[in-house]
C-alpha cells in the first residue's frame, strides 16, 4: 500500500477536508502516514488567507524536495485554498506533481494515478454541488474527544479584503440527513464533542431547515455530545438561534462573533453589511438570553485609509464588548479581491504593526479581566487530556471555552468534570477538582 502524509494549514475547515481526503484515498487503497520521512506521497492542505500564509507553505514546498531528491518517486501535492489560487503556477515551479483546489478532492486517486505516468497534473474546478456530503471522514485523532463536522462549504458574502469567496466558490449547504448521521456516528465512537464548520453558518439552509433547527437536531444526538459551532456571521445571527443554544444545556455557551472593526466608514469599505450599532446590539441580545456566554471575535488593524481615529473605535468597541478572547491581524492585501482592486493598501507597515500591538495589548487585558470574573465560580469541563506544562495535571475547557487546568491523577480524555476556579492567567483558568458529575 501506498503511503500518504498530509500536512494542514489554515482554519477548521482544512483539518476536515484533510479528514474528507484521507477517506477517498483510503478507499482508492492508499494507506495515512504521520511519517514524511517514509511517504510516497506528500501533500500540503494550504491556505491562503493573508500573505504570510502563503509564504510559509512556500517554505515548506521547499523542504519537500529534500524527500523527493533523497527518495525518487515521492510525489508532492498541494491542496486547499492556496492550490485553488494558484493553480498551474504550483506546478511551473517545478516543485510539485500535482494540486488539487477543495471541490476536487474526489479526483485525487485518478489525479495520482496520472502523476505516476509522469503527467503533472493541475484540478481547480470549483463546483456549485459539491458538499462531499455522504464521506465519512478519517478522523485524525487530535485527542479523540472533539471532532470537526462540516457543514456548508463556499462562501457568498465576497467581503472585499477575504479570498476565501475565491478560493472555495459559491456557499452550498450539505444535506442536514448525512450532518446527523454523522453526528450520530461521532457519539458511537466516542466522541464528546462537534463542532459544526462553515464560513457563515447562520445562513445554512437545507429545504426548511435553517441554522437553529438543524443545531437543535444536532444537540438532540445525545445529552452528552458538546456542540459547538464556528463562524457566525454579525448580519445573520438569529434571535431563533439564541433561543436555541439557551434551551440546550449541551450547546456550549461561546460565540465566534467576527467584528473586524469598530468603525462604521471601515466596515462599510469592507463589506460587511452590519455597522457598530448592528453589531453591539447582537452583543446585547446574547448576554440578555445568555449572560454566561463567552464571546470572542476577529480583528482586522490598517485596512485600506484606516485613520488613527477610526482605528480607535475598534479599541473602543473592543472595551464596550469586553472580548473573552480575539484573533488579531495586520490587513493583508489579497490579489483579486474587491479591495485589491478598489483601494490602495495605503497604511503604511509600521503603523499597521503598532496599531495590531495596540489592540493584542488592549485584548491581553480584557481576556485577563474575563478570566478574573470567573474566580470562585465552578464549571463543568471536558477533559482533553494531560496538561502540556504539567503531565500531572489536566487540561480541558469550558462550555464558554475557556482552557482550565487543574491537578487530578483520577480522570482521563473525554471525562466531564467540575472544577472550582482559584485563581488565572490571561490565557488559562488555574482550578482544583470539585466532584464527578
Ligand atoms: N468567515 C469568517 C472569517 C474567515 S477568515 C467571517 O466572516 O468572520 C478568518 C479571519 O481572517 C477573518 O475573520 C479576518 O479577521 C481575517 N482575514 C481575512 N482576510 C484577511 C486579510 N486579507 N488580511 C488580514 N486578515 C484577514
Ligand atoms: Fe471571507 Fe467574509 Fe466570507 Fe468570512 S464572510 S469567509 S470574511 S468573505
Ligand atoms: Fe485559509 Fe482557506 Fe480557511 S484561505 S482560513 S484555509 S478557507
Not at 184 to 208: F, M, P
Not at 339 to 353: E, G, I, L, S
Request: charged fraction near 30%; glycine fraction near 6%.
Amino acid at each position: 500500500m501506498k503511503k500518504v502524509y498530509i500536512e494542514t494549514y489554515g482554519c477548521q475547515m482544512n483539518v476536515a477536508d484533510t479528514e474528507v481526503v484521507f477517506a477517498i484515498l483510503g478507499k482508492a487503497g492508499y494507506a495515512r502516514t504521520e511519517d514524511i520521512a517514509g511517504a510516497d506521497v506528500i501533500m500540503a492542505n494550504t491556505c491562503s488567507i493573508r500573505d504570510n500564509a502563503e509564504q510559509r507553505i512556500w517554505g515548506r514546498i521547499d523542504q519537500f524536495q529534500k524527500q523527493r531528491t533523497e527518495r525518487p518517486g515521492t510525489r508532492v501535492g498541494i491542496l486547499g485554498c492556496m492550490a485553488e489560487r494558484l493553480g498551474g503556477k504550483l506546478l511551473e515551479s517545478g516543485k510539485v506533481d500535482f494540486v488539487a483546489g477543495p471541490d476536487a478532492y474526489r479526483t485525487l486517486p485518478r489525479l495520482l494515478a496520472d502523476v505516476e505516468d509522469g503527467h503533472p497534473r493541475a484540478e481547480v474546478e470549483l463546483s456549485r454541488e459539491e458538499t462531499y456530503g455522504e464521506i465519512s471522514p478519517v478522523r485524525i485523532d487530535r485527542n479523540g474527544v472533539s471532532a470537526f463536522i462540516s457543514i456548508m462549504r463556499g462562501c457568498n458574502n465576497v467581503c472585499s479584503y477575504c479570498v476565501v469567496p475565491y478560493t472555495r466558490g459559491a456557499e452550498r449547504s450539505r444535506d442536514w440527513h448525512t450532518i446527523v448521521k454523522e453526528a450520530c456516528e461521532c457519539a458511537e465512537a466516542g466522541y464528546k464533542e462537534v463542532t459544526l464548520l462553515g464560513q457563515n453558518v447562520d445562513s445554512y439552509r437545507c429545504g426548511d431547515i435553517d441554522f437553529a433547527k438543524l443545531l437543535a437536531m444536532v444537540a438532540e444526538v445525545s445529552p452528552s455530545l458538546r456542540v459547538r459551532f464556528s463562524t457566525s456571521h454579525p448580519k445573520d445571527i438569529s434571535d431563533r438561534l439564541i433561543l436555541t443554544m439557551a434551551a440546550h444545556p449541551n450547546i456550549c455557551r461561546h460565540i465566534h462573533l467576527p467584528v473586524q472593526s469598530g468603525n462604521d466608514r471601515i466596515l462599510e469599505k469592507m463589506r460587511r453589511r452590519y455597522d457598530r450599532a448592528w453589531y453591539l446590539e447582537r452583543v446585547s441580545k446574547i448576554r440578555e438570553v445568555m449572560p454566561d456566554c463567552g464571546i470572542s471575535t476577529d480583528a482586522i488593524v490598517g485596512f485600506c485609509s484606516e485613520t488613527e481615529e477610526e482605528f480607535r473605535d475598534t479599541l473602543s468597541l473592543f472595551e464596550e464588548v469586553g472580548y473573552d478572547s480575539a484573533f488579531m491581524f495586520n490587513y493583508s492585501e489579497r490579489p483579486g479581491t474587491l479591495a485589491a482592486r478598489n483601494y490602495p493598501d495605503d497604511v503604511p507597515q509600521d503603523v499597521k504593526t503598532r496599531r495590531l500591538e495596540e489592540l493584542i495589548s488592549l485584548q491581553n487585558r480584557l481576556s485577563l479581566e474575563s478570566n478574573r470574573r470567573d474566580l470562585g465560580k465552578v464549571f463543568e469541563v471536558l477533559v482533553e487530556g494531560p496538561s502540556k506544562k504539567n503531565p500531572a495535571e489536566l487540561c480541558g475547557r469550558t462550555g464558554s471555552n475557556k482552557m482550565c487546568v487543574w491537578p487530578d491523577s483520577t480522570h482521563k480524555a473525554g471525562d466531564y468534570v467540575r472544577v472550582m476556579v482559584l485563581d488565572c492567567t490571561q490565557a488559562t483558568l488555574l482550578c482544583k477538582l470539585v466532584k464527578d458529575i
